[in-house]
Nanobody
């Protein structure tokens, strides 16, 4: 059974950093793509970054390029999102998601996670002075 658990959110000042974690169970990271999304109050959910399972290649939304880094630790079966130079507009609930279908790949910076149980529960990130 696929399970994703996010952690690492919190309150940080503009210009600060946070590292989010997405602990996976029920599958191994080198099998499927995993992505990060975010949703701010009153806004639609948007893709942030995606890492492919097969080769670990990464993709980013333009608004986080150069500031955020997605990575994975196979030993811990965990994906990370290192967020630097945070801005107030980065405030949102951040979710990780997986596409556990055979042969799945990132669609640029988006992971196509079609089922609710392919998503984590989210972690709040607030950037404010």
């Amino acid at each position: 059974q696929v399970q994703l658990v996010e952690s690492g959110g919190g309150l940080v000042r503009p210009g600060g950093s946070l590292r989010l974690s997405c602990a996976a169970s029920g599958f191994t990271l080198d099998s499927y793509p995993i992505g990060w999304f975010r949703q701010a109050p009153g806004k639609e959910r948007e893709g942030v970054s995606c890492i492919n399972g097969s080769d670990g290649s990464t993709n980013y939304a333009d608004f986080v390029k150069g500031r955020f880094t997605i990575s994975r630790d196979g030993a811990k079966n965990t994906v990370y999102l290192q967020m630097n130079s945070l801005k107030p507009e980065d405030t949102a609930v951040y979710y990780c998601a997986v596409d556990p279908r055979k042969g799945a790949q990132c669609a640029r910076h988006i992971v196509v996670a079609l089922q609710n149980d392919w998503w984590g529960q989210g972690t709040q990130v607030t950037v404010s002075s």
